[in-house]
């Protein structure tokens, strides 16, 4: 069983950054990990994943401000976050699936959700 525990979300001013963590307990190496960021009244979003391979693909708002990154030895998923934005803000959750997709992570493992707040 794989359980998954985010933290690092915060409060910050536009332009700061945020460094999310997630951690994982149970096997998640071979596993296809992401970010998905969820605003109040929309849906939750994909920010970015990566593979078991290391493949990473980004939401196009993501890219060239946020770093996903793993480290399967410490089992954890990181979200480097910079630039940030107001409409960064929302819910940011943690997933685990076998295989990278959409279709994939709704049926996959997730954590609770860290909140980040950004303000302008």
């Known amino acids: 069983e794989v359980q998954l525990v985010e933290s690092g979300g915060g409060s910050v001013q536009s332009g700061g950054s945020l460094r999310l963590s997630c951690a994982a307990s149970?096997?998640?190496?071979?596993?296809?990990m992401a970010w998905f960021r969820q605003a109040p009244g929309k849906e939750r979003e994909e920010v970015a994943h990566?593979?078991?391979?290391?493949?990473?693909v980004y939401e196009e708002s993501a890219k060239g401000r946020f770093a996903i990154s793993r480290d399967n030895a410490k089992g954890t998923l990181y979200l480097q976050m910079s630039s940030l934005k107001p409409e960064d803000s929302g819910t940011y959750y943690c997933?685990?699936?076998?295989?990278?997709?959409?279709?994939?992570?709704?049926?996959?493992?997730w954590g609770p959700g860290t909140q980040v707040t950004v303000s302008s």
């Open positions: 997933a685990a699936s076998p295989v990278c997709g959409t279709v994939a992570f709704r049926s996959g493992y």
């Open positions: 149970g096997y998640t190496s071979g596993y296809c």
């Open positions: 990566i593979d078991d391979d290391g493949t990473i």
